[in-house]
């Protein structure tokens, strides 16, 4: 395991570190293709080409601050090929969210799986804390 914030100043980031290492992990996968874009008001979309998926084979949730999105196609075994040059394939794909993004929505439209996913507006702020004991 490689130690990113073992430094004695970065406190209670752990967590990030595991997101950090399972992402490294799923790195290299390639399928589903798929796009990142900002959206003008500071909102993400995320477009899956997902061609010859429906609706029903693909499932999109949010698990511990991922977005997993699944697919999964059912083998017909009705069909005799004589050639078979697009297979019936199951994919994971996730991506790590940030505290406070949410999806917004979802939808299939032409092969395309569209996720929008909402930033919230961040206010800065400084909060004063009070030292308890000693003389005053």
């Known amino acids: 395991m490689t130690r990113f914030f073992n430094s004695p100043f970065l406190l209670g980031f752990e967590n990030l570190e595991k997101l950090l290492e399972r992402t ?47 697919g999964r196609q059912a083998e017909h075994e009705d069909k005799t090929f004589l050639h078979r040059g697009i297979a019936a394939r199951q994919f994971l794909r996730a991506f790590v969210l940030a505290e406070g993004i949410e999806v917004k929505s979802a939808a299939l439209e032409n092969g395309l799986l569209r996720i929008d996913l909402v930033r919230p507006h961040i206010q800065p702020s400084v909060r004063t804390i009070e030292i308890n004991g000693g003389p005053s």
């Not at 996968?29 to 899956?48: F, H, K, M, Q």
């Open 24 to 70: 490294a992990k799923h790195a290299g996968e390639g399928y589903p293709p798929y796009n990142i874009e900002t959206v003008p008001d500071g909102a993400i979309a995320i477009t899956l080409a997902v061609a010859g998926f429906s609706k029903d084979e693909l499932a999109v949730t949010v698990e511990e601050n991922q977005l997993v999105i699944r």
